[in-house]
């Protein structure tokens, strides 16, 4: 199975800040790679498919970038609507495995 | 708009199986496949199980090959996944997906199903 590893595991940023989010594959997946939120009691919620394509809807704040091993996804100005746990998932081979999330909280 | 409404919550003992429920509207299930996904208290996301809803192919796990059958009810527009041999590290909310086009991300997802496994 693909290992998908995100870093960091948590972090704390204001309302406006530029968060940066990184997902690193065990093996090269190509640009086969997605970005979930989740919010609390509710299910995932598509932000980014194939490495950088907005799903649509949702705001162009969210950028997704990289290809082979390593991804950023990156909300250039952050919301209070954003603070989530982020996951990036590999859709190149099965499983199609997730990373561990990322924890947005408000500082 | 497209919708996956998931049964609800169950509470199962140790080795009792349980079935799970996605009922897809605003679109046709047989166009894409779907997924299922469990997400245990406080932890990541798992995937389960995959069946084109169109020819009724299914591909599992390794993780879970030996207690989980996925299946689909085209007439009722809806997918199915059964889960044998519970035990207490089932407990977690079960998430049923949807195939984006392109089939390589998941673009609407269920509200999940909660299965509490005690005894």
């Known amino acids: 199975d693909i290992q998908m590893t995100q870093s960091p595991s948590s972090l704390s940023a204001s309302v406006g800040d530029r968060v940066t989010i990184t997902c690193r594959a065990s093996?090269?997946?190509?640009?086969?790679l997605n970005w979930y939120q989740q919010k609390p009691g509710k299910a995932p919620k598509l932000l980014i498919y194939a490495a950088s394509s907005l799903q649509s809807g949702v705001p162009s704040r969210f950028s997704g970038s990289g290809s082979g091993t390593d991804f950023t996804l990156t909300i250039s100005s952050l919301q209070p609507e954003d603070f989530a746990i982020y996951y990036c998932?590999?859709?190149?081979?099965?499983?199609?495995?997730f990373g561990q999330g990322t924890k947005v909280e408000i500082k | 708009q497209v919708q996956l409404v998931q049964s609800g919550a169950e509470v199962k003992t140790p080795g009792a199986s349980v079935r799970f429920s996605c009922k897809a509207s605003g679109y046709t299930i047989s166009t894409y496949a779907i997924h299922w996904v469990r997400q245990a208290p406080g932890q990541s996301l798992e995937w389960m199980a995959w069946i084109n809803a169109g020819n009724g192919d299914t591909k599992y796990s390794q993780k879970f090959q030996d207690r989980v059958t996925v299946s689909r009810d085209t007439s009722a527009n809806t997918a199915y996944m059964d889960l044998s041999s519970l035990r207490s590290e089932d407990t977690a909310v079960y998430y049923c997906?949807?195939?984006?086009?392109?089939?390589?991300?998941?673009?609407?997802w269920g509200q999940g199903t909660l299965v509490t496994v005690s005894s």
């Open positions: 093996q090269r997946v190509s640009s086969y």
């Open positions: 998932q590999q859709s190149y081979s099965s499983p199609r495995t």
């Open positions: 997906a949807k195939d984006g086009v392109g089939k390589q991300h998941f673009d609407f």
